[in-house]
């Protein structure tokens, strides 16, 4: 049974970081590309960034770009989002998602095959 699992959200101070891990089983995870996405209240889900199958190209939204680090560790089919100057328009839910591809790279667009419950991220004083 495929499983993704999102960990690490929490409520937090402006400027302070958190670590989102999004643990994968039931598939192949090499052969799948990930994403990271939120979701704020009342807006549409947007990606925040993503990861090729090796790891080799990334992409993220300019709004996180400089802030947040996105890994992936393929022996323990985990990947991560480190995000680090947190600002309250960073709240959101927090999803991970993976693509099945061939191809070097990775996607921000919504069309991934499976999607995490998602975790919660507040950014508050």
């Known amino acids: 049974q495929l499983q993704l699992v999102e960990s690490g959200g929490g409520l937090v101070q402006p400027g302070r970081s958190l670590r989102l891990s999004c643990a994968a089983s039931?598939?192949?995870?090499?052969?799948?590309?990930i994403g990271w996405f939120r979701q704020a209240p009342g807006k549409e889900r947007e990606g925040v960034s993503c990861?090729?199958?090796?790891?080799?190209?990334?992409n993220y939204a300019d709004s996180v770009k400089g802030r947040f680090t996105i890994s992936r560790d393929n022996g323990k089919n985990t990947v991560y989002l480190q995000m680090n100057s947190l600002k309250p328009e960073d709240t959101a839910v927090y999803y991970c998602?993976?693509?099945?591809?061939?191809?070097?790279?990775?996607?921000?667009?919504?069309?991934?095959?499976?999607w995490g419950q998602g975790t919660q991220v507040t950014v508050s004083s």
């Open positions: 039931g598939f192949t995870f090499e052969n799948y590309a």
């Open positions: 998602a993976v693509v099945y591809t061939n191809q070097p790279r990775c996607t921000m667009s919504p069309l991934h095959d499976y």
């Open positions: 990861i090729s199958r090796s790891g080799a190209w990334i």
